[in-house]
T-cell receptor, first 115, second 109 residues
Framework: NAGVMQNPRHLVRRRGQEARLRCSPM?????VYWYRQLPEEGLKFMVY????????ESGMPKERFSAEFPKEGPSILRIQQVVRGDSAAYFC?????????????FGQGTRLTVV | KNEVEQSPQNLTAQEGEFITINCSYS?????LHWLQQHPGGGIVSLFM???GKKKHGRLIATINIQEKHSSLHITASHPRDSAVYIC???????????FGAGTILRVKS
């Protein structure tokens, strides 16, 4: 049973390009969370999705960032027109449906570097 | 003031020492998690607690709900325990996690 899979592990983008980060949840999990870890800072919640629905996006920057979790395929975190300040580690976590208290299952993260 | 506070920020210990990392929170929670992150690495869940105490190998985690405080203990510490240890709470009214800033632990041989 594969864990939460994120790809790519490392992503380098020039300023102004788009970054697409992918997250495949654990088998049987239909809830996905994205978190961001800026350099020298703690982890911060970005967005919580279920299949085809955004449940809570209170942590998403207002512009350039979007997330989706389609019926088929991985969840995608998309950052348009990246800037140097977007350089960070982006982690995805997943949980099963109807789970309030569940272990935290994280992916290995995608480390985005904007040059 | 952050909703989740950890102490100490940095901790250096000698191999074999008993280590304690503390976490205090100011919100109502449904569960508290202790996580481990190695440099450049992923995040691994060590414990999920909603009450009492849990033990796994040399690691022990306790929580006091009334005092809104949790501790992570490492007995007989080893250099491979060197990592960042993160306390995170799942709030009462949502599924997202709120994180402490982390404790950077270095165990010297």
């Amino acid at each position: 049973n594969a864990g939460v899979m994120q790809n790519p592990r490392h992503l380098v983008r020039r300023r102004g390009q788009e970054a697409r980060l992918r997250c495949s949840p654990m088998k049987g999990h239909s809830h996905v969370y994205w978190y961001r870890q800026l350099p020298e800072e703690g982890l911060k919640f970005m967005v919580y999705l279920q299949k085809e629905n955004i449940i809570d996006e209170s942590g998403m920057p207002k512009e350039r960032f979007s997330a989706e979790f389609p019926k088929e395929g991985p969840s995608i975190l998309r950052i348009q027109q990246v800037v140097r300040g977007d350089s960070a580690a982006y982690f995805c976590a997943s949980s099963p449906p109807l789970a309030v208290n569940t272990e935290a299952f994280f992916g290995q993260g995608t480390r985005l570097t904007v040059v | 003031k952050n909703e989740v506070e950890q102490s100490p920020q940095n901790l250096t210990a000698q191999e074999g020492e008993f280590i304690t990392i503390n976490c205090s929170y100011s919100v109502g929670i449904s569960a508290l998690h202790w996580l481990q992150q190695h440099p450049g690495g992923g995040i691994v869940s060590l414990f999920m607690l909603s009450s009492g105490k849990k033990k796994h190998g040399r690691l022990i985690a306790t929580i006091n709900i009334q005092e809104k405080h949790s501790s992570l203990h490492i007995t007989a510490s080893h250099p491979r325990d060197s990592a960042v240890y993160i306390c995170a709470v799942r709030t009462e009214y949502g599924n997202k996690l709120v994180f402490g800033a982390g404790t950077i632990l270095r165990v010297k041989s």
